[in-house]
C-alpha cells in the first residue's frame, strides 16, 4: 500500500515537474523577448519552484520509511524542512522583486509590447488550466503536502497569467486615450501587484512549518475535531481523556490521548484501548494523510 502510493507520488510529481520546466523555458524566452519585468517575475518564481523540487524527488522515498527508535517521527520533518526553505527562497524573491520594480517605477518606467504580452499571457493561462485540472483529478487518489503546494502553484499561474492579460489588454487600448502617459508604469505595476498576491502563500506556509518543525501543536479547529472524536469514542466507555497530544510534521499526524478512569471506576481495561483505537482512527483516517494513534494510561506522579 505505501509503495503504491509512493509510486504514485513520484509519478505526479515527474509530470508537474516536466510540465513546469517546459513552460518556465519559455517564459524565461518571453521575458527576453519582451523585456517585461512582469513576465519575468513569473519566470523567476517558476524557475525557483523548479530548482526546488528537482532534490525533492530524491528525497520522497525517505517520507515512506517507517518509524523506528532512532527516528521516532521517521523522516516526515525532512519535508517540513524542505518546505521552509522552499517557501523561504520563494518570499525572498518575490520581496526583490517588488524593490526592482519599485526602482523601475522611479526611475520613469519602460514601454513594452502590450499586445503581445497579453496573447502571450492567454496562453499560458490555458496552459496552467490544463495541468491544474489533471493536478486536481490525481490528488483524489493520492494528495500530500507536497502534492497540494504543486496544485498551488498551478493554481496561481492560473490567476496571476489571467490578471497580466487582462491588464496589458487595458494598456493596449490606453495607448490612444488621455491615460497614455501611465503606460509606461504598467509593467512594473502589474509585477508588484503580482507579487503582493503572491506573498501571502510564503507566509502562511513558513508559520506552518516552523510550527511542525518546533512539534507545536496543529490549529485550534484540527484539535477541536480531535478532540471531538476522541470524546464521541469515548461515550461507551468509562473513561475520560485526561490530555490529548497532537503532533503535525510533513504528512504524519501522531494523536496520544492519555486516559483516566471516572468516579464509577479508577481500573482502566486495556482490552478497551485497541477498540478505541481503531474507531479514533477510522474517523480520522480521511483528515489525515498518515495517522498514528495511542490511547495511554495516564498515571498518576510518584
Not at 508559520?207 to 469515548?234: C, H, T, W, Y
Request: with cysteine; proline share 4%; net charge negative.
Amino acid at each position: 500500500m505505501e509503495s503504491s502510493r509512493e509510486q504514485l507520488e513520484k509519478h505526479i510529481l515527474r509530470i508537474s515537474f516536466v510540465m513546469s520546466c517546459m513552460l518556465s523555458a519559455v517564459e524565461v524566452a518571453a521575458a527576453i523577448a519582451f523585456r517585461s519585468q512582469t513576465v519575468l517575475m513569473d519566470a523567476i518564481f517558476d524557475s525557483a519552484e523548479l530548482i526546488m523540487m528537482g532534490p525533492f524527488l530524491v528525497l520522497v522515498p525517505l517520507l515512506y520509511r517507517p518509524v523506528n527508535e532512532r527516528h521516532p517521527y521517521g523522516y516526515a520533518q525532512v519535508e517540513s524542512l524542505f518546505l521552509i526553505i522552499k517557501y523561504m527562497t520563494l518570499l525572498s524573491l518575490i520581496i526583490v522583486m517588488i524593490i526592482e520594480n519599485l526602482r523601475g517605477i522611479l526611475s520613469g518606467g519602460h514601454q513594452v509590447s502590450s499586445g503581445a504580452i497579453a496573447v502571450f499571457e492567454i496562453c499560458l493561462a490555458v496552459a496552467s488550466i490544463i495541468m491544474y485540472l489533471f493536478m486536481l483529478h490525481m490528488s483524489r487518489k493520492y494528495e500530500s503536502p507536497t502534492i497540494h503546494a504543486e496544485i498551488y502553484m498551478w493554481k496561481t499561474d492560473i490567476i496571476g497569467s489571467c490578471g497580466v492579460a487582462a491588464a496589458f489588454l487595458a494598456n493596449f487600448f490606453l495607448g490612444d486615450t488621455v491615460l497614455k502617459p501611465i503606460t509606461p508604469y504598467m509593467d512594473s505595476g502589474v509585477a508588484i501587484l503580482m507579487s503582493l498576491f503572491l506573498i501571502a502563500e510564503p507566509v502562511k506556509e513558513l508559520i506552518r512549518g516552523f510550527r511542525q518543525m518546533m512539534l507545536f501543536s496543529p490549529p485550534e479547529d484540527v484539535m477541536d475535531k480531535v478532540r471531538m472524536v476522541v470524546n464521541n469514542a469515548l461515550e461507551d466507555y468509562p473513561y475520560e481523556a485526561a490530555f490529548i497530544d497532537v503532533i503535525q510534521t510533513g504528512r504524519k499526524t501522531w494523536i496520544e490521548v492519555y486516559l483516566k478512569g471516572t468516579e464509577n471506576t479508577q481500573m482502566i481495561d486495556i482490552s478497551h484501548l485497541k477498540d478505541l483505537k481503531g474507531r479514533v482512527t477510522a474517523d480520522l483516517q480521511n483528515e489525515f494523510d498518515q495517522l498514528y494513534v495511542e490511547f495511554i494510561p495516564d498515571l498518576p506522579e510518584i
